[in-house]
T-cell receptor, first 115, second 112 residues
Framework: SQTIHQWPATLVQPVGSPLSLECTVEGTSNPNLYWYRQAAGRGLQLLFYSVGIGQISSEVPQNLSASRPQDRQFILSSKKLLLSDSGFYLC??????????????FGNGTRLTVT | KQEVTQIPAALSVPEGENLVLNCSFTDSAIYNLQWFRQDPGKGLTSLLLIQSSQREQTSGRLNASLDKSSGRSTLYIAASQPGDSATYLC???????????FGPGTRLSVLP
């Protein structure tokens, strides 16, 4: 069966510090991978998605970046965090649209607080 | 650009009631629509997925319907329980299959 791992679960970082959040998927190959952010009291905002190694699409211009160095690994990074980067970050995966049933599956999320 | 809305934003009901959550989307060219549940501080758990060619899906006490022509989906919860208290989100997957657009969610409280 497929599983998704996301870490760390919580993170407190000072303004201006770097960020690296990691997500890995097991039990599937060539998944679509996604990074979402959920700010307090707001809906999910798609940040990045990837359909393959090295292929990253950005939905929102910001000081965050994403990379996909391996097929089932997705990394969210920042060189210098801003206070506005605080939020709940969620990694997700889905199968590419070739099958009839391709739901979106989420990790447990990372609560990031920038101080 | 696809926009997804959910009504109501919050709902409080006594235990045992049947209830309906609503989800609307502006672009009917969707591949599927998925309903999720989110407990406070947790990730999203998939509840039901309806393909664009389907009209409804059922899982236990949950039934989700889809009307693409009107841009609407509903999630019906029968005989609600306090354990059903959570935020419920819907997401529409576009026809290119790469993007999921989420609604803001409905926060449900089921009172014992």
């Amino acid at each position: 069966s497929q599983t998704i791992h996301q870490w760390p679960a919580t993170l407190v970082q000072p303004v201006g510090s770097p960020l690296s959040l990691e997500c890995t998927v097991e039990g599937t190959s060539n998944p679509n991978l996604y990074w979402y952010r959920q700010a307090a009291g707001r809906g999910l905002q798609l940040l990045f998605y990837s359909v393959g190694i090295g292929q990253i699409s950005s939905e929102v211009p910001q000081n965050l970046s994403a990379s996909r160095p391996q097929d089932r690994q997705f990394i969210l990074s920042s060189k210098k965090l801003l206070l506005s980067d605080s939020g709940f970050y969620l990694c997700a995966w889905s199968q590419p649209v070739v099958g009839a049933n391709s739901p979106l599956h989420f990790g447990n999320g990372t609560r990031l607080t920038v101080t | 650009k696809q926009e997804v809305t959910q009504i109501p934003a919050a709902l409080s009901v006594p235990e045992g009631e049947n209830l309906v959550l609503n989800c609307s989307f502006t672009d009917s060219a969707i591949y599927n629509l998925q309903w999720f549940r989110q407990d406070p501080g947790k990730g999203l758990t998939s509840l039901l997925l309806i393909q664009s060619s389907q009209r409804e899906q059922t899982s236990g006490r949950l039934n989700a319907s889809l009307d693409k022509s009107s841009g609407r989906s509903t999630l019906y919860i029968a005989a609600s329980q306090p354990g059903d208290s959570a935020t419920y989100l819907c997401a529409a997957r576009d026809n290119y299959g790469q993007n999921f657009v989420f609604g803001p969610g409905t926060r449900l409280s089921v009172l014992p």
